[in-house]
């Protein structure tokens, strides 16, 4: 005597979940053929019958059957399973290799990588770059920082925040630096596929220079605008013809704060600080030009200016930075300046004490 198949019913919200299943293109295959199951078990029909259309055997419609009949559509996906044991011990491998990090590269060997480690600790590349993902560790990036050893920093930067934080009523707050010796370089480019099947930009190695330019630059910490000249030299002349042009619609009542860095050029105006005694220069601290806030914008520009261009000659490289120029300024806003604190501390820390 046949066994009578269990009866299954479902709800209104299970049904439409159901039918969205089967006529989905992106779910899996395997969620698709027990979504069909379900249905012909629902339709009222027998496994062998339902196991014959779907072409398999009558015993996987049998435990879906089951499942669903138990658990609903919870029942239709995968039960967790252990998988294959782990063949090297986890917590063993991970001190062991955080040890190893530690240690002097092998010789001829700037750095550790991830061939290297699994040699010193005698295991398969897989298990070491599986954990340097779970740890987070990136043998090849790298964070660059520069500690101000100026005996001053803490004043001289209190004051340039305090400006940016706080700027004194009516006064106007600029930060002021050149980008030096830009050259004109001539490059061809285009596109190209890569043997990875990925489209890149590509680069002629070989190019022609054709000279080199210096702006200057300063920015409105106020609005965000740009206020720019582009000259053939960078000597103090330059700069002070810049700061004429930069305070010529300055009212002489209005207060003008000037923040530079410590090129030889920003220092020994003195004639010119006296002929404008409305304003004041603000130098940042020794090894802190990041403090300057058109260093932001100078990084910008380069990006989206320079980099990859090709210029035939000087005017060219001239027009092409005075074009960026007017059209950031159609869309200037002031930068959220921040930065985070770096501690000698975290430069002596160890990898074994950052994962910990």
């Not at 990875?196 to 910490?221: D, E, M, P, Q, W």
């Not at 006296?274 to 058109?294: D, I």
């Not at 930075?321 to 975290?346: C, L, M």
Request: aromatic share 8%; charged share 25%; with cysteine.
């Amino acid at each position: 005597m046949s066994r009578i198949a269990i009866s299954i019913n479902c709800t209104d919200q299970e049904q439409r979940e159901l039918e969205r299943l089967i006529n989905s293109r992106t779910d899996e295959i395997r969620k698709v053929e027990r979504a069909k199951i379900v249905m012909g078990c629902l339709a009222g029909k027998r496994n062998d019958e339902i196991a014959a259309e779907l072409d398999i055997r009558p015993g996987t419609v049998a435990i879906w059957r089951k499942r669903f009949a138990a658990e609903g559509m919870k029942g239709l996906g995968d039960r967790h399973r252990s998988g294959k044991p782990p063949k090297y011990p986890q917590f063993e491998l991970r001190s062991q290799l955080l040890k190893q990090l530690e240690q002097s590269p092998p010789a001829g060997q700037a750095t550790w990588d991830g061939g290297s480690l699994a040699k010193a600790l005698n295991v398969s590349d897989d298990a070491v770059w599986r954990l340097l993902r779970k740890e987070g560790i990136q043998l090849q990036r790298h964070r660059s920082w520069c500690v101000s050893t100026d005996p001053e920093f803490a004043m001289k930067s209190v004051d340039i925040i305090g400006l940016y934080l706080n700027p004194p009523c009516n006064a106007l707050v600029i930060s002021i630096d050149e980008k030096p010796s830009i050259q004109a370089i001539e490059r061809p480019s285009g596109f190209v596929h890569t043997s990875s099947g990925k489209i890149v930009r590509g680069l002629k190695s070989t190019y022609k220079r054709h000279g080199t330019i210096n702006l200057f630059a300063a920015l409105n910490v106020a609005t965000g605008a740009i206020q720019s000249k582009i000259t053939s030299t960078k000597k103090r002349p330059d700069f002070q013809e810049f700061l004429d042009e930069v305070v010529a619609e300055v009212s002489a009542d209005q207060e003008v704060h000037i923040i530079i860095d410590n090129y030889c050029t920003h220092k020994k105006n003195d004639g010119w600080l006296a002929a404008h005694p409305n304003v004041n220069f603000h130098f940042t601290p020794t090894s802190a030009s990041w403090l300057n806030q058109v260093e932001i914008w100078f990084g910008i520009m380069s990006r989206k200016a320079l980099r990859g261009a090709s210029f035939s000659s000087t005017e060219q490289l001239t027009q092409a930075i005075k074009d960026f120029v007017a059209a950031y300024n159609n869309n200037a806003n002031p930068f959220v300046w921040r930065k985070r604190e770096v501690k000698g501390s975290q430069l002596r820390n160890t990898i074994v004490n950052l994962c910990n």
